[in-house]
């Protein structure tokens, strides 16, 4: 069964662009998905974030498990129904922010056990119950296998263990999967720091046989220097011929670096989440509005950032983050997303004409001056 055809335009260097076609449209890629947690970008409704630009978004397993819960989902017609958002969607598998939200969680060969932070429920997640919550009561596009991702630094033994779990609940999730022409299914590489194990994790998701392949376990605290030097190695681990997914990355810097050694997808709740309190990013770099440099600046944000944020001043919109008003969190949320939609969009054009390298050092220059 052919899965998402992904036809790369052009390359420069380790850098790719292209698009990845899948029943409900188009993905541009380079490409950044906005975080959809519970149904929902926070705080934008679904036209403004189609506005931006946006090709796909991301929707969180663990939260929409719990809330509105999968067989109610199924039953108001699935999330793309539920929520009037009607291009791609992709869906974590709900182990990451089992570990990172839940309350007490135990993670065994068979599955994990969590109870959840909103009501204390307990609940299981097993490698096909993710499956069948994200592909058949969800409806996701994309749906992503369950993993378990160590923490970071990571003891040898418990990177290979945790990567080993991840290949068996792979081939668990794929089984469950099966064959699906208008759905795809990605696999995630795992092995921390250590090179050895990120190929043979590579090595075994390829027998296995995925629509497309992840990066895991960065973003996990080891800063951006030691992310891109696995990304030196990890992303040509994977085949060249399907789509590459740094999960949870990143800052504007983390998404110009990744993709300058190969990788293609990026999700992260940083632009929506640092923009509710106060973080704006341009090409000059971030600002922080809560500042009282802006109290009185009639300047826009950006005038290159084409949305509403740009009519306003950034003085209004200090004053908006802090009164703590819901305007100033739509506002910035809506600029960063146009932001890093603008950012990708710039990726693909630069490395479609050839000058990606000094597209690369020409955004250092400028972005990370201030
Ligand atoms: O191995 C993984 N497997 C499955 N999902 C993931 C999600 C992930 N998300 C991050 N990092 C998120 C970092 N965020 C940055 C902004 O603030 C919130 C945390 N790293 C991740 C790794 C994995």
Known sequence: MMPFPFEISATEGRART????????????????????????KAMTVDQV???????ILGNTY???????????????GLHKFMGWDKPILTDSGGFQVMSLAGISKVKEE??????????????????????IQADRIGADISMQLDQCVSWPAERDAAQKAMELSIRW???????????????????????????????????????GFDGYAIGGLAVGEGHQAMCEVLDYAPEMLPADRPRYLMGVGKPIDLVEAVWRGVDMF???????????????????????????????????????????SQYSKAYLHHLIRADEILGKVLLSWHNI???????????????????????RDFHARHTSN
């Open 63 to 77: 939260h929409l498990m719990l809330r509105p819960g999968p067989e109610r989902m199924e039953r108001l017609g």
């Open 111 to 132: 599955a994990v056990t969590f109870s959840s932070h909103i009501d204390g429920s307990k609940h299981v997640l097993t490698p096909e119950r993710s499956i069948e």
């Open 338 to 360: 146009a932001f890093y939609q603008a950012l990708t969009a710039a990726m693909r054009a630069a490395i479609s004409e050839g000058r990606f390298e000094q597209f690369r």
């Open 170 to 208: 792979g081939a668990r999730s794929k089984a469950r999967f099966g064959e699906r022409e208008h759905q795809a299914l990605f696999g995630i590489q795992q092995g921390s720091t250590f090179e050895d194990l990120r190929r043979q994790s590579s090595d075994q998701l390829q027998e296995i």
């Open 267 to 309: 999700d992260c709740v940083l632009p929506t989440r640092a923009g509710r309190h106060g973080q704006a990013w341009t090409w000059d770099g971030p600002l922080n509005l809560k500042n009282a440099r802006f109290a009185e600046d009639q300047n826009p944000l950006d005038p290159a950032i084409d949305g509403p944020s």
């Open 18 to 41: 292209g698009v990845l076609k899948t029943a409900r449209g188009d993905i541009r890629t380079p490409a950044f998905m906005p975080v959809g947690t519970a149904a929902t970008v």
């Open 50 to 56: 189609k506005a931006t630009g946006a090709d796909i």
